[in-house]
């Protein structure tokens, strides 16, 4: 067998047991030592592959993708710095928990550390970050290796989304020639004997002694709070709003929790806690004796503050497989189990006596600043809080808002209120970095979903050449730019009381003109001054095809005032109504 067949009979066998794991997207960065992979990923029809020539976008493409469909979607790209740019959409991926197969090709072992151009060192490049490394064995088509090939495949599948989904790394020595020959016989097996490894995972649950001895513990408290942070679980709505019912307890519901929006029951869902526990006085008067949370972290600040401020408080946090989210430091007992079979083995519990006047009071709270937060929402008077508001109003049903870091995902989390439509919430909270969240966007979108991303101007200008891929591929994603010139979310920190350095440092107004951005890529463009025109904007732009975008333009000192008086108008109203109630 010569050098031509070994190579094309030892890449084809990798790619074929990808498909018989189930692996259907590819996404490829463009280059010369990848053209192995790329070529026979191209070559197999039952992938799809998406090629995007700047790597940062394309890993962040592929995240987002991998989160929406929830599954692992592939990565290849060529050696060198191609690879040194994935990095920051695999660490996303890692604390973020999304699978994904980060395929890199190398130069053979004799060119490494030797001066040859474009050869970085890739063993382990990623560090922890991945759950698993392997260095591939150089291409060989003996019986045993081409098994070997297709082990690694299977193995990568399977630890990519077992237990914490997560990221892989198989690094890929090519010798020249690198070209593969498709006209050999035989080259493709796909689900001739199934997956070379097949996997079962169960889901973990609690056993009955546990459930009791749980329960035992929180039936001696009065007063408690479920909380869900952000998590992607589309079952776990349902089950945690039967237990908070059957329990009488409020949810604080992150706007990454999936339970703002869809069909279940919400007459327990406190959407509004972040603008609640706002106030320091509040928070003060507030005291729950135990917490039950699922999910990560949740966004909100004043949450974070309320548990570090009340230290007595039980912990009790679930994570389904393993992992240790509680950046509070407080003392917590962990449930390793799943988390919809966690509520309903409680749910089917006998209900503990908990104190009904708690959830009373957290449901007038709620309705309080839910009220105050929009008393002034049909003034036409443009604000990046109310902007929340009017996009979900619009937003069709059964669609996707992928939402920015700073800002934009705080001003959702205080302004996008509970909604019976069904609406997938999606952001990069893993790193809670700004770069790649247009191309997670377009991920997202990248199999017909409708998906609106809601970002400000320096993360839309952060990764605009993401929307190359987009313009190729014709990808339907409308994009509602908050642009405050700058960087918003600092004008609300310490560092804005020190102006001689802020602008320069912090604020970083970019003076663009967004719109000759859009029409390089092609797309349509609007600029209301006004909610009607925000609203019909947005209405006509789930018509288009390709990318739309909106930009609202808002002025950061003013926002900052906005935001600040909604905050204090609600503490005066929460107050007000607390002194009559305890």
């Known amino acids: 067998m010569d050098h031509t067949e070994t190579l094309t009979r030892y890449t084809t066998n990798f790619v074929d047991e990808l498909v018989n794991n189930g692996i259907e997207d590819v996404v490829i960065s463009p280059g010369s030592r990848s053209t192995p992979l790329a070529m026979t990923f191209a070559e197999n029809k039952n992938i799809k592959h998406w090629v995007n020539m700047d790597e940062r976008s394309a890993a962040f493409f592929a995240l987002g993708m991998a989160k929406q469909q929830r599954k692992p979607v ?39 550390d030797v001066g040859a151009p474009q050869a970085i060192e890739q063993i382990n490049l990623y560090g922890n970050y991945v759950k698993w490394f392997h260095e591939m064995a150089l291409p060989e088509g003996a019986p045993v290796m081409l098994d070997y090939v297709r082990s690694k495949a299977a193995r990568a599948v ?58 035992r513990v929180i039936s001696q408290y009065e007063k408690g709070l479920i909380v869900c942070g952000p998590q992607t679980s ?18 604080l519901a992150d706007p990454l929790s999936q339970l703002r929006a869809g069909l279940h029951d919400k007459q327990n869902i406190m959407e509004s806690y ?94 309080t600043a839910k009220n105050q937060l929009l008393v002034d929402k049909e003034s036409d008077h443009l604000t990046e809080g109310h902007a929340v508001k009017w996009l979900a109003e619009s937003i069709p049903d059964n669609s996707t808002i992928y939402v920015g870091n700073s800002m934009p995902i705080r001003d959702l989390d205080t302004f ?22 247009t191309s997670s966007a377009l991920g997202a979108a990248a199999h017909g979903e409708k998906v609106t991303l809601l970002v400000g101007d320096l993360s839309f200008f952060h990764d605009f050449n993401g929307l190359l891929l987009g313009k190729q591929y014709n990808i339907d994603l409308t994009v509602v730019m908050i642009n405050n010139n700058g960087g918003g979310i600092f004008s609300f920190l310490p560092q804005a009381s020190h102006p001689d350095h802020f602008e320069a440092v912090f604020g970083t107004p970019l003076d663009i003109d967004f719109r000759h951005i859009v029409k390089m890529y092609q797309g349509t463009y609007a600029n209301p001054d006004s909610w009607n025109g925000f609203s019909q904007a947005l209405t006509e732009s789930y018509q288009h095809t390709g990318l739309s975008v909106i930009e609202i333009n808002t002025d950061r000192t003013e926002n900052v005032n906005w935001h600040r008086a909604k905050w204090a108008t609600v503490e005066e109203h929460l107050l007000r109504f607390l002194e009559g109630r305890l």
Not at 80 to 109: C, K, M, Q, W
Not at 240 to 247: F, G, N, Q, T, V
Not at 419 to 435: E, W, Y
Request: proline content about 9%.
């Open 74 to 112: 592939v990565l290849v790209c060529t050696s060198g710095t191609a690879a040194a740019n994935y990095f920051p959409a695999i660490v996303e991926a890692h604390y973020s928990r999304v699978p994904l197969l980060v395929l890199t090709a190398d130069r053979p072992h004799e060119l490494r």
């Open 158 to 215: 399977n630890v990519a989304k077992q237990g914490n989904a997560g990221p892989v790394h198989l690094n890929f020595p090519f010798r020249e020639p690198l070209v593969p020959d498709f006209t050999l016989p035989d080259l493709w097996k796909t689900g001739d004997r199934g997956a070379f490894h097949e996997s079962y995972e169960g889901a973990r649950g609690l056993s009955a002694f546990q459930v009791e001895e749980l329960n």
């Open 234 to 251: 589309p079952e776990l709505a349902d089950v945690l709003a039967e237990l908070s019912s059957k329990w009488g307890v409020p949810v």
């Open 274 to 367: 972040d603008a609640v526990l706002k106030s320091k006085k509040v928070r003060d008067l507030l005291n729950p004796q135990f917490i039950l949370r699922f999910g990560a972290m949740p966004v909100s600040k004043p949450y974070l503050l309320f548990v570090k401020e009340h230290p007595e408080i039980e912990h009790f946090v679930v994570e389904e497989h393993e992992g240790y989210r509680e950046p509070a430091g407080t003392p917590a007992r962990f449930i390793n189990a799943d988390p919809v079979g966690v509520c309903r083995q409680l749910a089917s519990s006998q209900p503990p006596a908990f104190d009904k006047q708690w959830l009373d009071l957290w449901k007038s709270m709620n309705e």
């Open 416 to 437: 996008f209120m509970n909604s019976p439509k069904q609406i997938n919430i999606l952001g990069n909270r893993g790193a809670n970095g700004i770069d790649g969240i």
